[in-house]
């Protein structure tokens, strides 16, 4: 199976804040990489795919990008609302992973 | 509007088998392309995928777990039924039902049940 490793696990920022999360593939998944973003008690929403698609209605301040095996999402303005926990996963093969998540918190 | 909705036992015993329905609306999983799946989320941890079924019957299993899964579709009642064999309480656990499309994207999510395995 193909590992997927986010980083940091955590990051602490204000709002404002320019922030970037990494997510990385133990071998090359294309383009086929998704980000969603899981509000603490609910369930995940998808905000990007294909690497740097973004569903209707996420925000232009969400921004995705990469290839192979390196991926990034960045948040260009952080806002009230988009603390919460960020996954990545590739779909370049039929058994989906995850990576194991990065929580955006309040500096 | 697409809705999902899942059903089901939210406290089993160790060794019972896990059954659980996820009930939609908004899609017909008679429609090329589409299809529903399962993943679940242990308290604090990260998500696993677990089962997917496609418009066409297609069935898909996380290989680590296929032995204990079972995913079918009723399509003329907008139901699919998940099963999981031998519940341990390491498969405790809040599990998604989910809508899918371009073949594993998850775009749409049910709201979750927390099922728990305990004596």
């Known amino acids: 199976d193909i590992q997927m490793t986010q980083s940091p696990s955590t990051l602490s920022a204000s709002v404002g804040d320019r922030v970037t999360i990494t997510c990385r593939a133990s071998?090359?998944?294309?383009?086929?990489l998704a980000w969603y973003q899981q509000k603490a008690g609910k369930a995940p929403s998808l905000l990007i795919y294909?690497?740097?698609n973004l569903k209707s209605g996420v925000p232009s301040r969400f921004s995705g990008r990469g290839s192979g095996t390196e991926f990034t999402l960045t948040i260009s303005s952080l806002q009230p609302d988009d603390f919460a926990t960020y996954y990545c996963?590739?779909?370049?093969?039929?058994?989906?992973?995850f990576g194991g998540g990065t929580k955006v918190e309040i500096k | 509007q697409i809705t999902l909705k899942e059903s089901g036992p939210t406290m089993v015993k160790p060794t019972q088998t896990l059954p659980l329905t996820c009930t939609f609306s908004?899609?017909?999983?008679?429609?090329?392309?589409?299809?529903v799946g399962w993943l679940r989320q242990p308290p604090g941890k990260a998500l696993e995928w677990l089962a997917l079924?496609?418009?066409?019957?297609?069935?898909r299993y996380n290989p680590s777990l296929k032995s204990r899964l079972t995913i079918a579709k009723d399509s003329s009642k907008n139901e699919v039924v998940f099963t999981m064999t031998n519940m341990d309480p390491v498969d405790t656990a809040t599990y998604y039902c989910?809508?899918?499309?371009?073949?594993?994207?998850?775009?749409?999510w049910g709201q979750g049940t927390l099922v728990t395995v305990s004596s």
């Open positions: 294909k690497t740097s």
């Open positions: 079924i496609y418009w066409d019957d297609d069935k």
């Open positions: 996963q590739q779909y370049n093969s039929y058994f989906v992973t």
């Open positions: 071998e090359s998944i294309s383009f086929y």
């Open positions: 908004g899609f017909s999983l008679s429609t090329t392309g589409v299809g």
């Open positions: 989910v809508y899918i499309i371009s073949g594993r994207l998850f775009d749409s």
